[in-house]
């Protein structure tokens, strides 16, 4: 037995180890090390000498993905490679949870979380990718700070908002869409409405794109507002949210020059050539999705999003279609503005739509399956490196449609099969609905017959 399998739990400033063999046997105990220079040359050390006790075997190792802590001790045990033969991966901690959920383990400590790891490799070995780079991995960190920067520019408009509402409510109606630059440099100017009251029209026109008509409108309504916090320490408030809102708008727009500039990939050429994908949105599609090898198939990547069908049935309880939004929300999000901007400029994806709407579906529902067709497309493009091609998507939406003509009547052979070793039984201690059920399929399968069996009750004759 020369397999062998390494499970590191990264904490922050240290990390705990332990290797077991392919029974689940503890081949070298728990043992932790601090991450600094020491503590990774030991690593190397009992590794090493584990190596030569053991000849030919094979030490396959993972650490757990901890926001950027496991990553020192990734970079190592890679080095570790051109002496022994050790396969390194990240692993995903939700599957190594959901591993140790199922093996019923009541005690949760770092020792048992990196066995957990090591057990997890064995387990499932289909699912683990070994001694795979993320070339991504420091272009997503920056993807990160930026949107970490979006959200905080999010809560502190909300907060705006809430004051707004008793500072200056009348200019809440012009920030139904966002809040527009001039709004932000009336509010900044004149924080209050007592303070936009006293405003002259000549001072507020010379704000860009704030015409004559609408300086006057905004003086007569802060001259009749309701407003109840017109005192200084509000105006004060205001004002700091205004100008810390404008210092985020603009890191934002630099940072995210900044990615753009440098992220000439010719993965975002692919996925622009499709219209509504622009440079953001190619991005953020790239860095969530790729690398693409994980997926297998559409399937996997629309679990992956969140945005597969489905459908939940349990004794008598039926829930309707509907989408999962059980994956990645961010990719979600990127997917439903790409559908709203290809419903303006992608002709092909206004035909599914329509087509959609055609059927009775709602708009939403439609824009749904939208995301969900223009995520096939996007893991198509990546897949085979080929430009947004409509006619080839087009073709192969055929060939799969015949293929399902084709087939024989799902429900009915899915019935059949279920009930292959007992008849349906109006007998059996069931509920009023699966009777009822039981009733109607018997009547769609044999028209001719009232009942669904000797032991069954016929329908009763009024």
Not at 73 to 89: E, Y
Not at 138 to 160: A, M, S
Not at 284 to 307: A, D, M, R, V
Request: charged share 25%.
């Amino acid at each position: 037995m020369n397999n062998f399998y390494l499970g590191c739990d990264a904490s922050k400033g240290f990390a705990d180890f332990v290797l077991i063999n392919e029974d689940k046997q503890t081949a070298i105990n728990n043992f932790q090390l601090d991450d600094t220079s020491d503590g990774h040359q030991q690593l190397c050390k009992i590794l090493n000498q584990f190596a030569e006790k053991h000849p030919g075997c094979v030490i396959y190792s993972a650490v757990e993905s901890t926001g950027g802590y496991e990553n020192n001790w990734l970079n190592t045990l890679r080095k570790l490679q051109s002496r022994i033969d050790i396969p390194v991966a990240r692993v995903n901690p939700i599957g190594t949870n959901h591993n140790s959920k199922a093996s019923m383990d009541r005690i949760t400590t770092d020792k048992q979380a990196a066995k957990n790891i090591a057990e997890y490799l064995i387990n499932h070995k289909n699912k683990i990718i070994y001694n795979k780079d993320d070339r991504f991995y420091f272009l997503r960190r920056q993807w990160k700070f930026v949107r970490t920067l979006v959200k905080q520019r999010t809560q502190l408009y909300n907060q705006l908002e809430s004051i707004l509402y008793i500072a200056n409510p009348e200019l809440l109606t012009y920030c139904k869409d966002g809040y527009p630059n001039w709004l932000l440099k009336v509010i900044l100017q004149y924080p209050t409405a007592k303070h936009l009251s006293k405003a002259r029209i000549d001072a507020l026109t010379s704000i860009p794109y704030l015409k004559e008509d609408k300086a006057l409108s905004l003086i007569n309504k802060a001259r009749s507002s309701v407003a109840s916090a017109v005192d200084d320490i509000t105006a004060n408030l205001v004002i700091s949210m205004v100008k810390q809102i404008s210092k985020l708008t603009k890191l934002i727009n630099k940072q995210s020059h900044y990615i753009a500039d440098n992220c000439k990939l010719p993965e975002i050429e692919i996925l622009k050539s499709f219209q509504g994908i622009g440079d953001y949105s190619a991005l953020g599609l790239l860095l969530n999705i790729c690398p693409i090898e994980y997926f297998e198939s559409t399937k996997k990547i629309s679990s992956f999003s969140g945005l597969h069908p489905i459908w939940k049935q349990s004794g008598d309880g039926v829930w309707g279609m509907h989408m999962s939004k059980q994956g990645r929300k961010e990719i979600r999000n990127i997917l439903y503005m790409v559908a709203r901007s290809a419903l303006v400029h992608n002709p092909y994806i206004k035909e599914i739509y329509a087509r959609q709407l055609k059927k009775g579906k709602k708009r939403m529902a439609a824009i749904g399956i939208c995301m969900h067709k223009i995520l096939r497309i996007v893991f198509g493009m990546l897949k085979n490196n080929e430009k947004f091609n409509p006619e080839k998507d087009r073709a192969n939406s055929e060939k799969m449609l015949n293929k399902q003509n084709q087939s024989k009547p799902v429900n009915l052979q899915v019935g059949i099969k279920l009930r292959r070793y007992q008849k349906l039984d109006l007998t059996a201690p069931i509920s009023k609905r699966q009777t009822k059920k039981r009733k109607e399929q018997e009547m769609s399968q044999n028209p001719d017959k009232s009942g669904l069996n000797t032991g069954s009750i016929p329908h009763s004759s009024k």
